[in-house]
């Protein structure tokens, strides 16, 4: 989701975990345009009105260098010829400020459905595994070397993120902003993202000898086969 508004993003992250995704965050559209570029998310949530690069540039701009992915615009530009524009400029839905989160999580699940139908050979990844660590999206369920994991939701949720970005470091500001939904830095939060990383680390590291999570003294966290502490 690429939206500047804290109060909106806020809420509807919150939504859309209740409708089942896993929302992440970027509060402006150079931002939004990088990780858009950089992750596999399945579909974008595009506000129109950013600060610097607004949503319909962002959009324009990812569809001229071949994103497929679906993106839903998001705006309070209700006019019949601002829709026109959104949907031309490269929109797949296009969804008016103020609206229910269902409306938005029902209308998701729909792009989501055609985009899986227009390829059929092309399924979205909810299976990842690094080294003897296997993590199933769909079945919510942790495995290391054959032994079941049990993980909180934060912890699950932090894991996802780190083995989506496996070997890229990600910063404690990153995780603060796309696994706890803090649109704003708060310094406070680092212990609390600290103490998580060591709770996964004890279970997903203590009992095998090559180890997974790293510490990146003052930089972050990154999640790969290789020790390089």
């Not at 995704?21 to 931002?31: D, K, Q, V, Y």
């Not at 579909?43 to 600060?51: K, R, T």
């Not at 209700?78 to 229910?100: C, E, H, N, S, V």
Request: net charge neutral; charged share 30%.
């Amino acid at each position: 989701m690429i939206e500047d508004e804290a109060k909106t993003a806020r809420a509807t992250l919150i939504g859309l975990k209740a409708e089942g995704f896993i929302p992440f965050l970027a509060s402006t559209g150079e931002e939004g345009f990088f990780q858009a570029n950089s992750y596999p998310f399945d579909a974008i949530v595009l506000d129109w009105m950013l600060p610097g690069r607004s949503g319909l540039e962002v959009l324009k701009t990812l569809r001229a260098r071949g994103f497929k992915k679906p993106v839903l615009l998001l705006t309070a530009r209700d006019a019949l010829k601002d829709r026109i524009t959104g949907l031309d400029g490269g929109a797949d839905d296009y969804l008016i400020k103020p609206f229910a989160l269902t409306e938005l999580g029902a209308r998701l699940r729909a792009l989501l459905r055609r985009t899986t139908a227009d390829s059929p050979g092309k399924e979205r990844q909810t299976y990842w595994r690094v080294a003897d660590l296997e993590v199933d999206l769909t079945l919510h369920r942790v495995i290391r070397a054959g032994k079941s994991i049990e993980l909180t939701p934060r912890e699950f949720n932090l894991l996802i993120y780190l083995i989506v970005n496996a070997g890229l470091i990600v910063s404690r500001e990153t995780l603060a902003r796309e696994v706890w939904q803090e649109v704003r830095r708060v310094t406070s939060l680092d212990n609390v993202i600290d103490v998580h990383i060591a709770h996964l680390r004890r279970k997903i590291d203590d009992d095998f000898p090559c180890r997974l999570i790293h510490t990146i003294r003052g930089v972050g966290f990154v999640l790969r086969k290789e020790d390089i502490e």
